[in-house]
Each structure stands twice: as C-alpha cells, then as structure tokens.
C-alpha cells in the first residue's frame, strides 16, 4: 500500500519568515496531494490540493509543488502568521477518496 | 448546512464494554470514512463505504465494524473496548468515491477505555 513521509515533525518560525513542509510518497500511481490543516480541538480542514498533471498550485500565501519523478510534494506558506500555528498533514490517494496521510507537522509561528 | 456531525464529543468506557459512535453528512456525499488519530501517528482509515450498504476496511480495521444503510449516517461500532482503542476518532466525508475531492471532517470523538 501506499507510504506517506512528511518532515519535519515539528517547524518553528518567526512570523513574517517563510515556513516548507515536505512529503514523500511511495506509490507511483498516486494522482492526488491533498494538505489538511488541523487546530487544536478540530478536524482537519483542507487547505490546497494539486492533482498529478500540475507542477505548482497557489492560493495567496500556501503553494504546493510537485515533483513526480522524485516522488515528493511540499507545502509553502510564506509571510507566515500566529494564526497559521497548526498542525499541518499532507496526503496521497490514487484517484479515487481514500487517503493516506502523513504523520502531521506542528507549525509554530512566533510574534 | 450543518456539514459531517459526529456524536459524543467525549466518551469514557471500560474494557470490554460496548458502544457505538455516530457519524452524519448532509451533503449527500457518496464517500464517507472513519480514521484514529494518536499521537505522532497522524491519521489512520479505518473503515471507509463508497456507498449506501457498501463498506471496506481501511489500514486499522480491528475491533471496529461499520455499516451504511443510509447515504447519510455511518456509525462505528467498538464491541469489546480494549485500551488500545483509546484514541480521537474523525468520521470524514466526501462527494465522489470514484474521484479524489476534499473531505470534510466532524469534530472529532475523544475516547477513552480505561
């Protein structure tokens, strides 16, 4: 089945730096790259997404890219804030919804 | 729309009791799932249904069953609880099973078997 890594497991940034979390994936027939963000209390929430026929997505300050040959996915958050604290989890799926995730990563960003 | 509900929010129970958490979408969505979440394990499926009346298992489908006689309701059923089962446990919801969208996540069930 289907391996997702993500690192790091935990990323402390100064608000205003730029934060990259990355993922690897196991499985060459995956098409789809999911990222979820996770406040304390709540369920995930998706927050971009990219589909195997894209390179790079961006939506204001998150982007995601993907390198297929490499087998690996990262999520950019730039200009960070307090409010992007959060667990972040990437994911892959191979065309159809059920998902693999990574084991998350605690983002802290600093006044 | 009140989007993927989950009930309780918080459950204690002993070793080898029986309970059943709830799960529902209106959305009609096709897809729905259930994941554990532990610490430092991230997200782990379940049990997933593509369907009314069709079910599968997922990575960590031990001590668990499902069942979907509704489009929008999908419980998880633990019958025997062992401490292992101590978890926060996600149901999640999608539009389409053949195709990968977002999925919407409940709140979230906290329980613990002590």
């Known amino acids: 089945g289907e391996n997702v890594e993500q690192h790091p497991s935990t990323l402390s940034v100064q608000e205003g730096d730029s934060a990259v979390i990355k993922c690897t994936y196991s499985d060459s027939a995956s098409n789809y790259f999911p990222w979820y963000k996770q406040e304390l209390g709540k369920g995930p929430q998706l927050i971009i997404d990219?589909?195997?026929?894209?390179g790079e997505k961006k939506d204001q300050r998150i982007a995601v890219t993907l390198n297929k040959t490499a087998k690996h996915f990262s999520l950019h958050i730039t200009e960070t804030q307090p409010e992007d604290s959060a667990v972040y989890f990437c994911a892959a799926s191979r065309g159809y919804s059920t998902l693999t995730f990574g084991k998350g990563t605690m983002l802290l960003v600093s006044p | 729309n009140a989007g993927v509900t989950q009930t309780p929010k918080f459950q204690v129970l002993k070793t080898g009791q029986s309970m059943t958490l709830q799960c529902a979408q209106d959305?009609?969505?096709?897809?729905m799932s259930w994941y554990r979440q532990d610490p430092g394990m991230g997200l782990r499926l379940i049990h997933y249904?593509?369907?009314?009346?069709?079910?599968d298992q997922g990575e960590v489908p031990n001590g668990y069953n499902v069942s979907r006689s509704t489009t929008e309701d999908f419980p998880l059923r633990l019958l025997s609880a062992a401490p292992s089962q101590t978890s926060v446990y996600f149901c999640a919801s999608s539009r389409s099973a053949l195709l990968s969208y977002e999925q919407y996540f409940g709140p979230g069930t906290r329980l613990t078997v002590t």
């Open positions: 990219i589909r195997s026929n894209v």
């Open positions: 959305m009609n969505h096709e897809y």
């Open positions: 249904s593509v369907g009314a009346g069709i079910t």
